[in-house]
């Protein structure tokens, strides 16, 4: 398995100690501060989802099912299409970035090591964000609008069992 590392807002300023293959990028997980807002909403998530399983143990089958799905269904082969459109999304938006940076997107697979590597400058990710990705049919676009179906994210897990966002 790989591992994917996917980060929105100002992470893609390649700036930082870590080297990527032969050195087309550098980062450091250790210098991204965790967004304190983000870590007690995916603390709270996994409270209520935990509260939720105890309540209808059925429902830890089906989750597991529905991610099953994704992983092996039509979302399997799009992984690196589904980070750039997500990031396309973030970059619709208003940004952190400004100068060389803004409108950046880096995507690094760095085979020594098996991680890809996704980044965008635009925007960070938010509790609403946060809420889309890791839940199905919730993303707050509609109509004809790219993710609406709150899926793509989840194909990652096509390729890492551990997906990590910054």
């Known amino acids: 398995m790989t591992r994917v590392i996917v980060c929105a807002g100002a992470g ?16 450091d997980l250790q210098s991204w501060k ?8 995916v603390e709270a998530q996994f409270t209520r989802t935990i ?10 089958s089906e989750h597991a099912n529905h991610e099953e799905s994704i992983r092996t269904g039509g979302y399997s082969g799009r992984t690196l299409l589904e980070l750039v459109q997500n990031a396309a999304d973030a970059l619709a938006g208003p940004s952190h970035a400004e100068g060389e940076h803004a409108g950046r997107v880096e995507i ?12 965008n400058a635009g ?3 938010s509790a609403s964000g946060l809420t889309a990705v ?11 609008e790219i993710g609406r179906f ?9 390729v890492s069992q551990a997906p990590a966002g910054r």
């Open 12 to 27: 893609a300023s390649g700036t930082a100690s870590r080297t990527l293959g032969a050195g087309q990028v550098t980062f």
């Open 123 to 125: 925007r960070p990710f």
């Open 150 to 158: 709150g899926l793509g994210f989840k194909s990652v897990l096509a």
């Open 108 to 119: 690094v697979l760095d085979t020594e090591n098996r991680i890809l590597y996704c980044a």
């Open 51 to 60: 509260e939720s399983y105890r309540i209808h143990p059925d429902l830890v």
């Open 34 to 41: 965790p967004d304190a807002n983000l870590v007690n909403e």
């Open 134 to 144: 890791t839940m199905a049919h919730l993303s707050g676009k509609r109509g004809d």
